[in-house]
C-alpha cells in the first residue's frame, strides 16, 4: 500500500453545487474526473443532499471527499474537496459564493430569485473558481 501523500496542487476545488430543498440540481461544476457521468453526478448529489439536509453542521466527510455545506431558504450551496484538503479553504469559497449570490440578488437568496439570474450566478462561479 502506498503511504505517500498526493503532489501538492493548487487546484483544491472538486465541486461547487447548488441544490434546491428538494434535493435538485440547480447547478453543478465539477473539476475533475471523479463522477463522470451525468448519472454519477446526480447520484453523488442525491446521497450528499439526504446525509447533509437535515444536519445543523457545516463541514462533512462524505464518500471520501470534504464537504462544505450552508443552507438558506430553499437552496443549499456545496463546495467539495479532497479527504486532505484544508477546510478553511474550502469554507472561505463557499462564503466568497454565497456573498456574491447575496449581492447580486439583493440578498434575497431563493430558488426563484436564483433561476431568474443564473447567467450572473454562473459568471459568479466561473470567477470564483478557474478549473478547480
Not at 505517500?4 to 483544491?12: A, S
Not at 431558504?73 to 463546495?79: G, H, I, K, S, T
Not at 469559497?93 to 431563493?110: F, G, P, Q, R, T
Amino acid at each position: 500500500m502506498d503511504t505517500t501523500l498526493p503532489e501538492p496542487t493548487l487546484y483544491i476545488v472538486k465541486a461547487i453545487l447548488i441544490l434546491d430543498n428538494d434535493g435538485n440540481r440547480l447547478l453543478s461544476k465539477y473539476y475533475d474526473d471523479q463522477f463522470p457521468t451525468v448519472k454519477e453526478q446526480k447520484e453523488f448529489e442525491k446521497n450528499l443532499f439526504n446525509k447533509t439536509h437535515r444536519a445543523n453542521a457545516e463541514i462533512i466527510m462524505f464518500e471520501g471527499l470534504t464537504c462544505v455545506y450552508k443552507s438558506n431558504v430553499d437552496l443549499f450551496f456545496y463546495v467539495i474537496g479532497s479527504s486532505n484538503e484544508n477546510e478553511l479553504i474550502l469554507v472561505s469559497v463557499l462564503h466568497c459564493l454565497y456573498d456574491a449570490i447575496s449581492m447580486m440578488l439583493n440578498k434575497n437568496v431563493e430558488k426563484r430569485v436564483l433561476l431568474d439570474n443564473m447567467s450572473g450566478t454562473l459568471l459568479a462561479v466561473d470567477e470564483i473558481c478557474d478549473n478547480g
